[in-house]
C-alpha cells in the first residue's frame, strides 16, 4: 500500500530528523501543515503563541491590518472580504 500523500514533499530530512504524524514521518513543514499549525500570514510553522482568527492561524505579529498593517488583537479588528483591519482603516475604508 502507497502510503505517500498530498504532504510529502520527498526532500531529506535535516539532520536525519522528521516530526511523525499518525506514524508517518513528515519535515517540519509538512507536519505543520498536516495538523493545520502553519501561520496564515507566513506559511511558516507555529511552535509558541498562536491567534486564531477567521477560522485561520497566525503569529502574533503577522495578524495585522490588511491597510496600515498595525498588530492586530484576537477580537479588536473588523472583517472585510476574508481580510482584517483596524478599526480606524476599516471605518477610513467603509465607513
Not at 502553519?38 to 503577522?62: D, Q, V, Y
Request: glycine share 8%; aromatic share 14%.
Amino acid at each position: 500500500m502507497n502510503r505517500r500523500s498530498v504532504y510529502d514533499c520527498r526532500q531529506p530530512f535535516q539532520g536525519g530528523s522528521f516530526f511523525d504524524h499518525e506514524g508517518l514521518p513528515y519535515c517540519e513543514t509538512h507536519y505543520h501543515a498536516k495538523r493545520g499549525s502553519l501561520c496564515a500570514g507566513c506559511s511558516k510553522p507555529i511552535t509558541g503563541r498562536c491567534i486564531t482568527a477567521m477560522f485561520k492561524k497566525f503569529h502574533p505579529e503577522h495578524f495585522v491590518c490588511a491597510f496600515c498593517l498595525k498588530q492586530l488583537n484576537k477580537g479588536t479588528f473588523k472583517e472585510q472580504n476574508d481580510k482584517p483591519y483596524c478599526h480606524t482603516c476599516f471605518e477610513k475604508i467603509f465607513g
